[in-house]
C-alpha cells in the first residue's frame, strides 16, 4: 500500500512562515506528480501548488510569489514552503501524490491524498 505522512502545520502569525514535508511510502515504482492542496472551512479543496518529477511547478495565482513547493524524488518527499502567510490561507492542507506506480504483486497505479495537517494564520 501506499502512505502520505504530512507534517509542519501549526499557529503562526500574519506574515509569518511556516513548512510543510509529505513523505510518501510504499513499494514505489515513481511519482508522476505531487503536490499541495488546501480546504478552508465552507468552501472546496483548492490546488496551492504541484509539480511533476522533472517539470517546473505551477501555483494557485492566490500563494504565487509567497509559496514555494519542491520535491525529493529519491527520498519520494515533497515540500512547501509558505512565507508571508495571511489569513486567508487558513486551511487543512492536503499532500496529493498521483499517479503513483507502485507494486502489489503487479505494477499498479493510483491517487493518493494524506489525511490533512491545519494551517492557522492569526494574531
Known amino acids: 500500500q501506499v502512505q502520505l505522512v504530512e507534517s509542519g502545520g501549526g499557529l503562526v502569525q500574519p506574515g509569518g512562515s511556516l513548512r510543510l514535508s509529505c513523505a510518501v511510502s510504499?513499494?514505489?515504482?515513481?511519482?508522476?506528480?505531487m503536490g499541495w492542496y488546501r480546504q478552508a472551512p465552507g468552501k472546496q479543496r483548492e490546488l496551492v501548488a504541484t509539480m511533476t518529477s522533472s517539470g517546473g511547478p505551477i501555483y494557485a495565482d492566490s500563494v504565487e510569489g509567497r509559496f514555494t513547493i519542491s520535491r525529493d524524488n529519491a527520498k519520494n518527499m515533497v515540500t512547501l514552503q509558505m512565507n508571508s502567510l495571511k489569513p486567508e490561507d487558513t486551511a487543512v492542507y492536503y499532500c496529493?501524490?498521483?499517479?503513483?506506480?507502485?507494486?502489489?504483486?503487479?505494477?499498479?497505479?493510483?491517487?493518493?491524498w494524506g489525511h490533512g495537517t491545519q494551517v492557522t494564520v492569526s494574531s
Open positions: 510504499g513499494s514505489i515504482v515513481t511519482i508522476v506528480r
Open positions: 496529493n501524490a498521483g499517479p503513483v506506480f507502485y507494486t502489489q504483486t503487479s505494477v499498479k497505479q493510483g491517487d493518493f
